[in-house]
């Protein structure tokens, strides 16, 4: 390589591209697992290490899906597809994909609504990620349970995941939205998932008003409590 080819070399865009493959990888490597745990007699079908390796491949997932995400924004490139979204099924679409984990740490798991008919307009995947992002961490906190509840707030939806473990950090809690506060993204995958979470949030506007992100302890289950809001 000439020195011209180094300096063309764009170092972000070049780990965005491993990223991709990393994560391709990962996809290949749990169906592989999935398929090899099915043949396993159910003692050894469901030991602890089953769990383990599950839900950190879960977790190394949704990092590799905020990184994307984020450099995608940085070069705005991630487009925003908003539909009309049954808020039922969405919270329901991501217990569901936590089944397993749930199950295998002997946490209980739960949704509710203040309306069954809750619809609201987003964009359903970008916020499913955000949603995952946040139910992984309380798998990994959280003492025996998890809730979701959505609600209207100020004409605004208000999505609350929240766990009875011992809560966020104080440093951490208030809230998070550009010009306000930002998330720390040297906080490890925990800031990079908040900081993920406030930039997806604030991509949702309508009439002046951006979403945001908010932490605080003592919520529905005495523990930590994520507030998602979107106008």
Wanted: charged letters at 20%; glycine letters at 10%.
């Amino acid at each position: 390589m000439n020195d011209n080819d180094s300096e063309g070399l764009d170092f972000s865009t070049v780990l965005a591209s491993t990223v991709h493959d990393m994560k391709n990888s990962l996809t290949l490597m749990m169906q592989s697992w999935t398929q090899w745990v099915e043949r396993l007699p159910p003692e050894l079908a469901q030991s602890g290490e089953r769990g383990v390796i599950e839900y950190e491949s879960l977790r190394l997932n949704g990092m590799l899906m905020q990184m994307l995400g984020l450099y995608k924004l940085q070069i705005n490139a991630l487009p925003l597809r908003p539909d009309w979204v049954e808020v039922d099924d969405l919270l329901q679409a991501q217990l569901a994909r936590h089944t397993e984990i749930l199950q295998a740490r002997h946490i209980s798991s739960s949704y509710s609504l203040e309306n069954d008919e809750l619809l609201h307009f987003m964009d359903e995947e970008l916020i499913g990620s955000v949603i995952a992002n946040v139910i992984n961490n309380s798998i990994r906190y959280t003492r025996s349970t998890i809730h979701l509840h959505a609600a209207m707030e100020d004409s605004q939806l208000m999505i609350a995941i929240s766990d009875d473990g011992q809560g966020y950090p104080a440093d951490m809690l208030g809230r998070y939205s550009s010009g306000t506060r930002d998330a720390d993204v040297t906080q490890g995958s925990t800031g990079l998932g908040l900081y993920f979470g406030q930039c997806i949030a604030r991509l949702h506007q309508r009439d002046g008003r951006h979403g945001y992100i908010e932490l605080s302890n003592g919520g529905r289950l005495g523990g930590g409590e994520f507030r998602l809001y979107l106008p």
